[in-house]
Nanobody, 120 residues
Framework: QVQLVESGGGLVQAGGSLRLSCAASGNIFRINAMGWYRQAPGKQRELVAAITARFNTNYADSVKGRFTISRDNAKKTVYLQMNSLKREDTAVYFC??????????????WGQGTQVTVSS
């Protein structure tokens, strides 16, 4: 079984920072791309940032210059450093990862989500 567990969400004032972490565990052979998505109330889930196994990154336009995605392969963990937070960043943040196991070449797993609330 593979699990993704997020941490680091919370309440922060506008202009502040938070760092989200997402650790993968289980019968993992290889982790391919990893990413962060978010879903605000009444809105669809959207991509925030993604990082490939070769550390290539891409970001939603709304977070470019403010958020940074990174990964530590030894720890099987992906991070999202969020700076200059705005009220519109308020959402539940989910991590996902394309993971190969001994019985599967690749499957996208999701974490349970962590709430980020930005107050004015």
């Amino acid at each position: 079984q593979v699990q993704l567990v997020e941490s680091g969400g919370g309440l922060v004032q506008a202009g502040g920072s938070l760092r989200l972490s997402c650790a993968a565990s289980g019968n993992i052979f290889r982790i391919n791309a990893m990413g962060w998505y978010r879903q605000a109330p009444g809105k669809q889930r959207e991509l925030v940032a993604a990082i490939t196994a070769r550390f290539n990154t891409n970001y939603a336009d709304s977070v470019k210059g403010r958020f940074t995605i990174s990964r530590d392969n030894a720890k099987k963990t992906v991070y999202l450093q969020m700076n200059s937070l705005k009220r519109e960043d308020t959402a539940v943040y989910f991590c996902n990862a394309d993971i190969a196991t001994m019985v599967s070449q690749g499957y996208v797993y999701w974490g349970q989500g962590t709430q980020v609330t930005v107050s004015s």
